[in-house]
């Protein structure tokens, strides 16, 4: 029996650190890129290192030669494009970027899988995105509905869910795209606005932050948890034809919600008061006495910095498809427990960083002083 064989690009990313261990688990040989950096971005797979069947390489989404090199030496079965410049935000600052990794990048894939002849031995993973529905035409959205994308990051996404479409009809190539609603985790990346949220819920409570700052929230998001969606990345992989899936929860939230319920679970009860730019989070109990100061305080007002120039603001997907087809369950983790991960996840980073500012502190007291040499 022949050994399965992934490549992983994105594998420092919150999902390519999921599906590692996931792929691992099931016995497969595991290869991600990673890009050469003066910076290192592998904490979220540094526990995976010196596993037996995890292998790491350097190569770039920008750089057709390296991905082509790469591809004929591991001969991968599977490859799971997860690597983009994924950030909404950020697209409509670095527009050229986003095109050339988000866009451009898949066919550099598709075309280093047909270079070094393995058409018909290597499936593809295509790592699509719920923003390409963008300003919706119709809730909730299905693998049928329209497509409207509405940010830089959207557009180059949505070349790369038709050239991959493209390549599978003119090459036959076993080559699909997941349309992934928002997935979070304590692993997502700390710009995201739901670990914005609950990395501030963690501070505030423990004193560390006075005050969260929020864009839009009425914004309307399906929100799941990312360990629980690269299963169905895999699962589209075994299908016995190539096809397309929405993977999503089928339950959708507002910003407002995912607040309230981050400080919930940080000990935080709050009332909103004011509406648009002038909405307020006021705490209005507690339940530990220890944070009875913070009543009556407001914690999280609304900047219109975070604003963005076209927005997206009813994002509901419809997982029928993949739960029929696929057997995926999409309601593995709920939309509460996916909060309360992140939420004790982050109550815990935030003091263990502040023990290690302290020590720091005291080392460097220690050190001046001369107590420690």
């Known amino acids: 029996m022949s050994k399965n064989i992934a490549l992983i690009t994105g594998v420092t990313g919150q999902d390519g650190s999921y599906l590692s261990e996931f792929l691992l688990a099931k016995g497969y040989e595991v290869h991600g890129i990673i890009r050469r950096s003066?910076?290192?971005?592998?904490?979220?797979?540094a526990h995976l290192e010196g596993t037996p069947n995890f292998h790491l390489h350097y190569a770039d989404m920008g750089d057709s030669m390296s991905l082509v090199k790469l591809v004929g030496k591991v001969q991968p079965t599977e490859i799971y494009n997860l690597a983009a410049q994924s950030h909404v935000q950020v697209s409509f600052d670095a527009p050229e970027f986003t095109a050339d990794v988000d866009a451009v990048g898949v066919l550099r894939i598709l075309e280093a899988v047909r270079t070094n002849h393995l058409e018909k031995a290597c499936k593809i993973y295509q790592a699509s995105t719920s923003e390409l529905y963008g300003k919706v035409e119709e809730v909730p959205q299905n693998e049928n509905t329209p497509f409207h994308p509405y940010s830089p990051y959207a557009v180059a996404k949505l070349y790369g869910f038709w050239i991959i479409k493209e390549y599978r009809e003119a090459y036959n190539m076993f080559c699909c795209s997941g349309i992934l609603f928002n997935h979070e985790s304590e692993r997502r990346g700390e710009t995201f606005v739901t670990r914005k949220i609950t990395l501030a819920a963690a501070r505030i409570?423990?004193?560390?932050?006075?005050?969260?700052?929020?864009?839009?929230?009425?914004?309307?998001?399906d929100w799941g948890y990312a360990k629980d969606y690269v299963e169905c990345m895999w699962l589209i992989l075994q299908h016995e034809t190539p096809e397309d899936f929405v993977i999503a929860t089928g339950v959708q939230h507002t910003v407002r919600e995912f607040a309230s319920l981050a400080f919930h679970y940080a000990g935080i009860e709050l009332r909103w008061e004011g509406q648009g730019i002038d909405e307020k989070g006021i705490v209005a109990s507690v339940s530990n006495p220890s944070l009875s100061h913070l009543i009556g305080k407001t914690v999280v007002a609304v900047s219109e910095a975070f604003y963005r120039p076209t927005d997206v603001v009813n994002l509901w997907g419809d997982p029928t498809k993949a739960k029929n087809k696929l057997g995926w369950n999409p309601q593995t983790t709920s939309f509460e427990q996916l909060v309360q991960i992140m939420v004790n996840h982050d109550m815990q980073k935030v003091a263990a960083d502040h023990v290690a500012s302290v020590m720091r502190t005291n080392l460097a007291e220690y050190l001046e002083k001369g107590i420690v040499k």
């Not at 003066?38 to 797979?45: F, G, K, L, N, Q």
């Not at 932050?209 to 009425?218: E, S, T």
């Open 205 to 221: 409570a423990q004193g560390k932050q006075d005050c969260l700052y929020l864009g839009n929230l009425d914004s309307l998001r």
């Open 38 to 45: 003066s910076v290192d971005y592998r904490e979220r797979i």
